[in-house]
């Protein structure tokens, strides 16, 4: 059973960068799949933030292109986020999920979500 | 910017039959756009429902079905029961590697 599980500071400064990452357990990051982040701000709704495949390639929120870096660390089956120049607006819980593929096409747009992790909240005040 | 819309609220007495929608600002879903479904409930992760616009994820009751109608995708829940009282969210495929949520139903059943 794949596991997710978000690790990270749940304070941020202003201006400062937000980091995350998220461990997988019960699924090697190397077998496949893109591993993507999602958020959600306190009552609000779900907001995709990118995705990344194990080799390093990635998919980004387009409004989100210039603050969003993702990477991933095979030797360690983790993946992180990095937000720069946060503000009030990125306080939100974030979520790791695994970004699958359906097993019966191979078209980029069919992949979905899958297995979340549990979210973290992050707030950013000073 | 198409903007991913769906119905603020809906609400449905136990036992019946709600249809949800996922349709866009401009134009319309087909099944190029491999609409997804997840339901979450209150300080909850999202649990994966429907992918592939019909495809029902593992463990996910036969009561839960998608589909494309008219314009928009669907998301119909049959037999509703109290435990289907959540928040719903479409995700669509908007091109060139961008996936964009729903806004969210909140689904009542009472």
């Known amino acids: 059973q794949v596991q997710l599980q978000e690790s990270g500071p749940g304070l941020v400064k202003p201006s400062e960068t937000l980091s995350l990452t998220c461990a997988v357990s019960g699924f090697s990051i190397s077998s496949g799949s893109y591993w993507g982040w999602i958020r959600q701000p306190p009552g609000k709704g779900l907001e995709w933030l990118g995705s990344i495949y194990y080799s390093g390639n990635t998919h980004i929120n387009p409004s989100l292109k210039s603050r969003v870096t993702l990477s991933v660390d095979t030797s360690e089956n983790q993946f992180s986020l990095k937000l720069t120049s946060v503000t009030a607006a990125d306080t939100a819980v974030y979520f790791c999920?695994?970004?699958?593929?359906?097993?019966?096409?191979?078209?980029?747009?069919?992949?979905?979500?899958?297995?979340w992790g549990q979210g973290s909240l992050v707030t950013v005040s000073s | 910017q198409t903007v991913v819309t769906q119905e603020p609220s809906f609400s449905v007495a136990p036992g019946g039959t709600v249809t949800l929608t996922c349709g866009l600002s401009s134009g319309s879903v087909s099944a190029r756009y491999y609409p997804s479904w997840y339901q979450q409930t209150p300080g909850q992760a999202p649990r994966t429902l429907i992918y592939n616009i019909n495809t029902r994820s593992s463990g996910v009751s036969d009561r839960f079905s998608g589909s494309i109608l008219g314009n928009k995708a669907a998301l119909t829940i049959t037999g509703a029961q109290a435990d289907d009282d959540s928040d719903y969210y479409c995700v669509l495929y908007m091109g060139s590697g961008n996936w964009v949520f729903g806004g969210g139903t909140k689904l009542t059943v009472l």
């Open positions: 999920a695994a970004h699958r593929r359906p097993e019966s096409t191979i078209a980029v747009a069919a992949y979905y979500f899958d297995d």
